[in-house]
């Protein structure tokens, strides 16, 4: 009798980790700076046994955020990241007041990462980290995201991508016409921007303290003073 | 035996419950146009019992969206509705090939719901629906929101919400400037904008086929006929 019993809890406890993936060796917390499974856009594990300067503080997402606070808290600009997209499944009520979503997926965005305004101009960028030495793989930018680009700037607006190179403490913004040309190249040829190239069309942003990531300064530089 | 068996196959499933939220009274599928408990900014239920033209097709986002859709696809404009911000807390990996979101939470937005551009502007707006016959609640926005429109305004950008009276089949158009000043009278007198209001400073929007909510129509009379 206690040997069906058994079996008969496990499964009903097997019925309950299969419908609600509540397994142990299936479920993991996220935490910031932790990868997503298979969300498209999410950056690559950054190794944590480095520690020089140049490679502190170089979460890019997290510094461009901390610049868009300072900018709006100033009254700059007001230039926000966008939320990642997620298709809802399935929502528990288990207290009126609080909503807890427990089936849901990563879309991929239709659009770039950030958006905003700056001078009464429209900014429209998408920001990439890489871990390459040399080039920026171009595989990291959706077509629609480049596509998107180019209409923005075709309409008037400030299109670019700001790049990381993280083993190199260096963080470029690339015009979106260069971005759009680059991958056409790719068609045919090489399938990655080369440093050299964000070093000879691109505009190095440099780090600070109070503004981490002054990304306006060079927008400033490059987009109003023709 | 039998007896002490049943409640610890009892205690053990209920258990499961409170961990999972599996019971089935608790959990619900969502389907686009249910209700989402407790997101902020989700529209109010809406009556099916009602099918006169007027309210046939009010979804005011669909239509937003289609009419969104159309603009992209014919190089008029890109504006896009931002996604829900939601805080993910687990991420469960049944399969490599699609992470599966098993607790997240709905936040609050930090700005509006749509923004984009057209014709070199920056556009940013927000879009609520009422079933009130005689005037719009300013409880349905955000004091943030009213103060992120004014500033994008102060910044030469474009900001206005779009209000649909569901009952009465009437979308309006109403310039941010209006909505600050309706929410600061809001402190000391009336908590509602008026129909009459909207009908006297905002601009009707008109319904259409192809172009269902064909706004940047009106966006054209007000902001580019100066």
Redesign the interface.
Known sequence: ?QKI?LI??MK??SL?QI????NKG?????EPGDI????PLKRPPQKTTSSSVANRGMDLEEAINQTNDHYVAN?I??I?K?????Q???????R????????????I???TDY????????I?FEAKETQNKTSFPLKNIHEHQVL?LD??AK???IGFIIVAFTKLGKVFLLDSQYVKAFYDRAVEGRKSIELSEFEALGHLIPEGYVKRLDYLKIVDTVYFQK
């Open positions: 009798m019993v008969f809890l009903t406890l309950f419908k609600d993936g509540a299936f479920c993991d917390t996220i997503m499974i298979n969300y009254d600009a007001y926000y966008k939320p990642i997209p997620i809802v499944v399935k929502v528990d009520y288990e009126r007041s609080a909503a807890r979503i427990s089936e849901a997926y990563y879309k965005p239709s659009t958006n905003g305004l700056y001078k009464g101009k429209y429209d998107h209409h923005i309409h008037g607006g």
